[in-house]
DNA sequence: CCCTTCATAGAACGGTCGTGCTTTTCGTGC
DNA sequence: GCACGAAAAGCACGACCGTTCTATGAAGGG
């Protein structure tokens, strides 16, 4: 590997870990130089603008992100065990050490929202892979007989990423202690509820 | 009222419009000041630094959200229909016109969970103060016996809270034209478990 | 109508932002 | 070991940031 791609990848590692502290528009460049020990303009080489940098630091985060919490998860048993280890990889993903500001995309989601561009579009397909991820898993789920066969995957998906965002909405801005067991509370009466039929 | 009165209120209402689509930290007082055809300096006379801004922006947010949330569903019937006010309350302020980058709260709390500070303080009190006057709309439903006995009512807030957030990220990141349907089901179903008692 | 008080404008500050251009240092294949 | 190309540094730019100071204008009470 050539000497440059590697620090290109120093450089996104200690990126990803600040910008889930400041965010993606808060990352500034001679910032991220100075904590690695860098020149700004020897860094900025390395893109050909903020926004790249963006884009590639969501992009190494997703790579990240797969191989804490998704690849694990592939590593259970179909069904509902897999299920659950999605959940339980994203609150552990969510805090972190790793990622002292909480989930990066949580965070990029709020300021990205509302700002077109590449970074946007960068974030919202691996936010959709993500749902199309637990989605699947819950379809499989299905097909084990682990849950109801009349289950709405997508539905299912989108309520356990709701109940992740609720997790990280109470541990991180409110601090609340009781944040993962309430959130876990709220996962179990979702799997229970797709596991019985609706009467 | 003062002519200045007028016109600091006149800043804050375009303010919140403002930090709702570029956020707390992105509200700058030149790019503001120009929005109102005032001076920056002008501007900035009200207030005596942007932190103090901040504050007053998201107080200003406060009292129209709870002008145009909490009071109407406070004046609706005491038990479960006050409690799914608030719930539709809050879907029809995140999708308000007035507010064009959606809730600012939301914005805010993803931008200022890592920010100590005044403006943070401001925030997690408001939010603290929501989350109450969800549980207690909960726990009143409860007294009615719409609501179960032995319903954790923090637990029910915290829960609905979630689905709303779930609600902002699918309708507000991912533009999906089925957020609000996905939202109200998810909320159903917390109803309907929140009725029934365990089993 | 004057005089004080208050509201706004104007100019300037030190600082940081993203971004180019030029130079120097350094890793690496021959 | 040398030469070539990649990588990093140095420097400068225009723009915008929050903030301060000073001056000007309007409002309002006597």
Chains 1, 2 share one sequence.
Do not use: N
């Not at 990126?15 to 001679?30: D, E, F, W, Y």
């Not at 690695?36 to 992009?59: D, I, M, N, P, R």
């Not at 007989?145 to 109940?163: C, I, N, P, S, T």
């Amino acid at each position: 590997m050539r000497k440059g791609e590697l620090t290109h990848q120093t450089i996104l590692e200690t990126a990803v870990r600040l910008a889930s502290r400041v965010g993606l528009q808060g990352l500034s460049i001679g910032g991220l130089a100075e904590e690695l020990g860098l020149s700004k303009s020897g860094l900025f080489a390395h893109f050909k603008s903020k926004t790249e940098l963006q884009v590639q630091v969501l992009e190494a985060a997703t790579v990240v992100f797969t191989g804490r919490v998704v690849r694990p998860a592939l590593g259970r048993a179909r069904g509902e065990p897999r299920v659950r280890a999605l959940f339980d990889g994203w609150l552990t993903w969510d805090r972190d050490s790793l990622l002292e500001g909480g989930c990066i995309f949580v965070a990029a989601a709020a300021e990205l929202d509302d700002a077109p561009g590449p970074a946007r579009d960068t974030l919202v397909q691996g936010q959709r892979d993500w749902l199309d991820c637990l989605a699947q898993a819950a379809r499989i789920a299905v097909a084990e007989g682990h849950f109801q066969k009349a289950l709405d995957v997508e539905q299912f998906a989108h309520d356990q990423y709701a109940v992740m965002l609720g997790f990280h909405h109470a541990k991180r801005l409110m601090r609340d202690p009781q944040a993962e067991a309430r959130a876990r509370r709220a996962f179990d009466a979702l799997v229970t509820a797709a596991r019985t039929p609706t009467s």
